[in-house]
């Protein structure tokens, strides 16, 4: 509280002492820029996504393209690439909260599809993804194994593109909802060295952040550097559980002298984290040859706290109970190496690309009770086993321009592109995985373990042309061959037409085809708390297969876009597009399909199957688990999701200032047209694959509009940076009690306003103070019929909020920052 009174007062003073400043200082011939502003993107900005044609303006672009500014991200209150782009592009969601290892690694998504269906590249080269896949269903994010913009310094970026249009023809099969192109600082001289330090109004999630960022060299050979450290703690917004409170508990005397009583389960809140990442852009033109490189190191520990454990659970080895801790040691990897020159009139592009990604996952403050009951010990530390994930890709492009007798030359494109992927599982340490395992996180098992390959040959050619003046149409095609699903083929048409220099029209249509992730077919798991057992059976395992799975097949989509882009005055200008995406086979992850279920206080079996699948897979269940139950991944169901989004830039004139004006938003709205029938084995106890809870996630967890005003106003070497986000209603059909009594939870729209304050103390020095969430909004409760459900089925009850919110659970977080420019 005294850390959120304390910068709140700092705003308000900043503000009081600025007013005066812009009435009446003169700006100085030479004034320097801020230090937290970059150069603003512009209508002369060359862009290098969307299209295979070198020279072409943002603003001229056939497809939907948003350019955001480093100064943009780095005026973002947290020093997280993803939570930046969260705030600044209106179709972009960030996932805010998850549950168990996804609370370790949040992921973000374009559009309102998958994370899995945008493509992240870096410096136009594909990035790799994750191996720690989410599977925690909190806002829609399940199924994602997306590249993990954690691993990519804020402070080494230029600028990031956005594509919001389906591209998979130009850059490969899985670019459906979109592209997002991160372009790395290439400066061979000066730098800039930043600090930042805040909290949550609560007065917890402390975060710490420095990064440096430093160009060496001349005009032909240059090397940019970025090392990058940040800190976060715990946050904390639960209640008490409310299983002190039952009649049992509130009459045994020992609870009470616990410590911390009753605010013992601090679930329901950030992980803790540290990460260092160090990363460089280099290249060196050896006259009509140019070598380059780039790449990255991250290091990440997390951890994450998991349910209270009460006293009965293993009393000789805690006897007041005990908190487990899911941790992290996470190790990210990247490099790129390439050629690139010219032979006559074409233009040529070699590069190889590697990546890998590893999770040390372990469990501290536990314990094995089958170990307990057989040898009357157990360890309290386990090492439950890795994730394992790793991409090599290497591309060849090239390209010309052909004069053929129209109004502009024929821009012809092609390449190739060969990849490799892995994914693997190592098993846990034998009393991590002994019976019933450790506590909270069972051990991966040897049934679970095992590492798995794919290959990928892709083959592309892009056509782009201005067959008359005002019309261009770029034609793209791409044939890609899987080892584990044979060949596809996919292809794109867009056109823009300006009927004059101030109005254009502009389209879209295409197709894509998504294999699915290693991660999605071979993922295993077991999650236990207290009183359940939830196994992720491998959608391609044998113990899948006794359910009637018959392992993933590849998701097909079909995608139009519709847009006009206009500047109806020199300083104003405006796009709105308007789209649709088809899905066919698309990849979901089923609710949870029980073989036992407690319902109105009495166990009762809904499954035999599925207490024989879990048992197949290699799993032991305790004999007093209440409740069992698997999910895996399905092609369950057919989408269409339909939207429009809108930016409006704006520039103000003043005399010796300027106030840029943009206003972005977003509609949505995804419906699952089919729903799959079950396999006969789900079918016969009554179950589907996706219940009514796992269908609003994907249908209505995200919120249909999300519309931001932002005005960054600058004088005199101040800059200050106002925005206004409205995030839409959303809602999530949640059974709290587990009896099939679905309850609609609505999450109200809220409107989120964030405010960053930046004067440069000299051409040199900076400093920021800011707040995201200036008003400490918070989402709605959680409706008390579920939540008085919950706690009548044994639920701890300590989330009180909708935790699919899409602005987060922890209201506002306030900092400060420092920046020194050289």
Sequence with gaps: MVF????????????????????????????????????????????????????????????????????????????????????????????????????????????????????????????????????????????????????????????????????????????????????????????????????????????????????????????????????????????????????????????????????????????????????????????????????????????????????????????????????????????????????????????????????????????????????????????IGDFTGSQWSTTLDINRELEVGLAGPLNIAFGGEFRRESYGIRAGEPAAIYKTGAQAYPGFALTDAGTHWRGNLAAYVDLAVKPVEKLQVDVAGRFEHFTDFGNTQVGKITARYDFTPGFALR????????????????????????????????????????????????????????????????????????????????????????????????????????????IANGNTLDSTVASTSITTFVNGAESRTRGAELVVSYNVPFDGASLDLTLTGNYNETKLTKVYTPSPQIAASGQAYLDRNAISYLETSAPRAKVSLDGLFRKNGWAIDLRGTLYGASSVWVDGGSTSNYIENVLAAKVIVDLDIHYDITRNLGVSVGATNLFNTFPSNVDPVTYAAGIAAGGNGVATTDSWSAFGINGGYYYGKVAVKF
Excluded: C
């Design 4 to 383: 959120r009174d304390i910068l709140r007062a700092a705003l308000l003073a900043s503000v009081a002492f600025a007013a005066p400043a812009f009435a009446a200082a003169e700006p100085a011939p030479d004034a320097p820029a801020s230090s937290a502003d970059a150069d603003a993107p512009t209508e002369a900005d060359v862009i290098v996504t969307g299209t295979r044609v070198t020279g072409i303006r943002a603003a001229d672009s056939a497809a939907p393209i948003e350019l955001i500014d480093s100064g943009s991200i780095l005026r973002a209150g947290k020093p997280d690439l993803a939570q930046a782009l969260n705030q600044l592009v209106p179709s972009f969601n960030a996932q805010a909260f998850g549950g168990d290892a996804s609370n370790l690694k949040l992921t973000a998504r374009l559009r309102g599809l998958s994370a899995n269906h945008t493509l992240i590249l870096v410096n136009g080269k594909r990035r790799h993804g994750s191996s720690n896949l989410t599977v925690s269903a909190t806002g829609g994010y399940v199924g994602a194994a997306a590249a993990d913009l954690s691993f990519i310094p804020t402070a080494s970026i230029d600028h990031v593109e956005v594509l919001t249009d389906g591209a998979a023809a130009q850059y490969g099969t899985d670019a459906i909802a979109g592209v997002i192109n991160i372009i790395l600082k290439d400066a061979h001289h000066g730098g800039i060295v930043t600090a930042t330090g805040g909290a949550y109004g609560a007065g917890d999630g402390e975060t710490a952040a420095g990064a440096a960022n430093i160009g060496f060299g001349s005009d032909t050979a240059y090397v940019n550097l970025t090392a990058e450290h940040r800190y976060h703690d715990y946050s904390d917004r639960g209640v008490a559980d409310q299983r002190f409170f039952s009649a049992a508990n509130r009459a045994n005397p020992a609870l009470p002298l616990i410590p911390g009583y009753p605010r013992l389960n601090n679930i329901y809140g950030d992980a803790k984290y540290e990460i260092t990442v160090l990363s460089y852009n280099a290249g060196i033109d050896l006259g009509g040859v140019e070598l380059y490189s780039f790449g990255s190191y991250g290091h990440r520990f997390g951890q994450s706290r998991q349910n209270y454990r009460f006293p009965n659970i293993a009393p000789s080895i805690w006897p007041q109970g005990f908190s487990p801790v899911l941790t992290d040691g996470e190790d990210d990897l990247s490099f790129t190496g390439g050629v690139r020159g010219d032979v006559g009139a074409w233009h040529w592009d070699l590069a190889s690309t590697y990546g890998k990604n590893i999770n040390h996952m372990r469990m501290f403050n536990s314990v094995n009770t089958s170990l307990v009951a057989d040898t009357g010990t157990s360890p309290t530390a386990f090492r």
């Design 507 to 614: 389209g879209t249509v295409s197709t894509g085809f998504r294999a699915p992730t290693l991660a999605e077919q071979y993922y295993s798991a077991t999650k236990v708390s207290p009183t359940s057992a939830g196994v992720n059976l491998p959608a391609n395992s044998a113990a899948a297969r006794l359910l009637g799975f018959t392992g993933l097949k590849p998701e097909y989509s079909t995608n139009l876009s519709f847009g006009i882009a206009v500047k109806p005055a020199p300083r104003l200008s405006a796009t709105l597009d308007l789209y649709q995406i088809e899905l066919r086979d698309r990849i979901v992850s089923t609710g949870s399909i029980f073989g036992l279920q407690t319902i109105g206080g009495v166990r009762v079996t809904r499954s035999q199957a599925v207490t024989d699948a879990i």
